[in-house]
């Protein structure tokens, strides 16, 4: 597939989302989740987020928006309809506009369409230990709210969570 194939379904992919997203008025603040088959842990990290704004009193200004790769279906049935009390909307990329780096591409598309800051998390970045929690969004998000443009942030799993991994590598 060459360049302009996945370009034209890129644009395809976000033509809806890009639709729906124009409803949402005065959001200044888009918590993006690129996923692909995080079942389990998505729900966890929705629920995460909402707290976290909750607890910084932005439900009205900001938009959750996780965006997935097409074999994310089920982890798409795990969020689409959850009650929060934060505004949310997900969607699928199409085949061949797919993967991370789309979904991540999808994101700043609209949260630039809403003229938005925007914060990206890991769909599986719940864990035990150092993993995602409610104040890791307020403590993430204070610096846009004094102008900086760019917070990068490193969250550490625990040392067992992955003990295979580091035996291996």
Known sequence: M????????????????LE?????????????????N?????????KMVEDGLVSMKATDK????CAGDPAGKEALEAIKDRKLQV?????????GANGRGMSIRALMELADMLEADLA???ADIIGKGAG??????QRMLKPLQYGY?????????QYFEDLLGKLFL
């Open 20 to 36: 729906k997203a124009r409803k949402y008025e005065g959001v200044n603040l888009v918590v993006g989740i690129p996923f692909y």
């Open 2 to 17: 060459g360049t302009l194939d996945s370009e034209a379904l890129f644009e395809k992919s976000i033509a809806g989302p």
């Open 87 to 95: 505004p949310h909307m997900e969607f699928l990329m199409l085949e």
């Open 62 to 65: 900001a938009l959750i928006i």
């Open 120 to 122: 990206i998390l890991a």
């Open 38 to 46: 995080e079942v389990e842990t998505l729900p966890l990290v929705l």
């Open 132 to 137: 995602l929690q409610p104040g890791s969004i």
């Open 149 to 157: 443009d760019l917070v990068l942030t490193s969250f550490r799993r």
